[in-house]
């Protein structure tokens, strides 16, 4: 029997995104970025009171599990995605096939969390773990139900779907938690949590995806699209354990409070990368894939793209290093101080982190998952050995470590990410140094009115700390942008900015017009 596949051949299509693909990238990036917007709001705030609900011991309980849950449950987001978003053609018996293989391994990851629960417990010696292993466990099989609808809808680049996807989920989690931390489940609310989130984005793609899984099938040309997911995910899993490993050997070393502590201040300092590198992967590899043959054009494009993250992301680090105590005590409240002082660590390495993500947008839309894979295996022992140097100076040798080791890994990995399309390291350079060199000086500058300035530094330290933010954050503001209008004439990375930003807006709401009115 013929399987029913409603309207869903388009799914399989990519010529009429080829035609406009501009006006579609642009389109999927201002859902996106409304989504990260609604995203980060929901995130923050769930945050904010779930810190005064909850102690550092329960987030650091809930990390300790993390670390293994999310390796497991991003098998499938982190290989069979990609695979169905690059390739130029793709079928439904195609998609069928991944679909099944990828729940079955799933549901198979999830038995064997179950299974090593006591031994990851043994390793910290915290037998809450075991309980807390069981009901997590359930999210690496949800997570297979939805892999093959957001690539589906990412490869038709609707994005506003997968926006709204994220955001409801984000939402109900949350909300999920934060009732339950107040009813006094304490660390059950965030297990419960991050199990109900890849649910609620699983029933989401199902309802919003018209696609709908046939019978698998033995068929060749499945193997070279298994590779490549393997090699995708094998790179996902040495890059993941070079983020985790910290985390790891705090929790064994340190406890749970410590981890508490760093897991808040890192997870805060990836908020921006989260909600705005992370999503824009999509887009970035689902468009650089269809000018992979015109290395011209892709360049361009890179180098467009790059250079708008560090125009953002380098004045961002310089303002959490400035005010990331004050935040925090804002945020979290005075009991999350130590918090504070890694958050502004962390922050220092922020920019650079956002520039050198990109290297992954290169190995996914060249089609060169082995080479990402080797290089992160090479990145890996080099993190490795930056955490067990700053693992004897404590919880704070560790944040320094983290944020050292980005310096040394982005020139390396950009080049040779970018080698197949013969990609100028001068040329990466030329589009990012004057904005860390920018965001440099005026956080320096900032730093020394405030603080050494007789006149300021006398009343700043006695402000209401909301205040201090704002004196601060106005002031690098002012610098930061009187120094772009020096180096740039006219201003020309802010007016791009607000021209890609007009696009992302504008464009789409003159697009809904003119379609109602047609």
Not at 14 to 34: F, H, P, V
Not at 196 to 218: D, E, K, S, Y
Not at 251 to 265: M, N, P, Q, V
Not at 287 to 309: C, G, H
């Amino acid at each position: 029997m013929k399987p029913i596949v409603p309207n869903s051949t388009n799914y399989f299509k990519t010529d009429q995104i080829s035609n406009n693909l501009r006006e579609k990238a642009l389109r999927g990036a201002s859902a996106t970025l409304l989504a990260q917007i609604f995203s980060f709001t929901i995130s923050m705030s769930g945050t904010i009171i779930l810190a005064r609900l909850l102690t550092p011991g329960d987030f650091g309980l809930v990390a300790m599990v993390l670390i293994f849950s999310l390796l497991l449950q991003n098998f499938g987001l982190n290989g069979f995605t990609e695979i169905t978003i690059q390739r130029p053609e793709i079928n439904h018996t195609q998609i069928s096939t991944l679909f099944w293989i990828n729940l079955i391994i799933n549901f198979s990851l999830s038995l064997l969390f179950i299974a090593v629960g006591p031994l990851i417990a043994c390793f910290y010696r915290e037998p809450r773990l075991t309980g807390i292993i069981a009901i997590i466990a359930s999210s690496i099989l949800f997570s297979g139900l939805s892999t093959q609808h957001l690539a589906l809808l990412q490869r038709n680049m609707e994005f506003y779907k997968t926006s709204l996807i994220a955001v409801l989920a984000s939402l109900i989690s949350f909300a999920l938690a934060v009732m339950l931390a107040y009813m006094g489940w304490s660390y059950w609310a965030l297990a419960i949590r991050w199990a109900a989130l890849p649910f609620i984005t699983a029933v989401g793609a199902w309802i919003l995806c018209r696609w709908r899984p046939g019978l698998p099938a033995n068929d060749p040309s499945i193997r070279p699209m298994i590779k490549f997911a393997l090699n995708t995910y094998g790179n996902f899993v040495i890059d993941y354990f070079g983020r985790n490993i910290d985390k790891l050997l705090l929790g064994k070393y340190y406890g749970t409070h410590a981890l508490g502590f760093y897991d808040r201040a890192y997870q805060l300092s990836n908020m921006l990368p989260n909600q705005l590198v992370h999503p824009m992967t999509n887009i970035a590899v689902a468009a650089l894939s269809r000018v992979s043959t015109n290395p011209d054009k892709y360049q361009r494009s890179y180098f467009e793209a790059i250079s708008l993250l560090a125009f953002i992301g380098m004045p961002a680090s310089a303002v959490i290093v400035l005010t990331g105590s004050d935040l925090i005590h804002i945020l979290l409240g005075p009991n999350w101080a130590m918090a504070g002082k890694l958050f502004q660590i962390f922050g220092i390495s922020l920019g650079i982190k956002l520039v050198y993500s990109t290297h992954s947008w290169l190995h996914l839309s060249l089609g060169t998952p082995d080479k990402w894979f080797r290089w992160s295996i090479l990145s890996l022992i080099f993190t490795v050995l930056c955490f067990l140097i700053g693992l004897k100076f404590g919880i704070v040798g560790i944040t320094v470590a983290y944020s050292v080791s980005y310096y040394f890994l982005i020139g390396p990995g950009l080049w040779y990410a970018g080698k197949p399309i013969h990609l100028n390291l001068s040329h990466i350079l030329d589009a990012v140094w004057r904005y860390y060199v920018s965001a440099s000086v005026s956080g320096l500058s900032c730093w020394f009115v405030l603080h050494k300035w007789a006149f300021l530094s006398l009343h700043f330290g006695r402000m209401n700390t909301l205040l201090r933010i704002l004196l601060s954050s106005s002031l690098f503001t002012g610098i930061y942008m009187a120094i772009i209008f020096i180096l740039y004439p006219g201003g020309r990375p802010i007016s791009h900015f607000l021209q890609v930003f007009r696009e992302m807006v504008l464009g789409r709401i003159n697009n809904t017009l003119q379609r109602n009115t047609e």
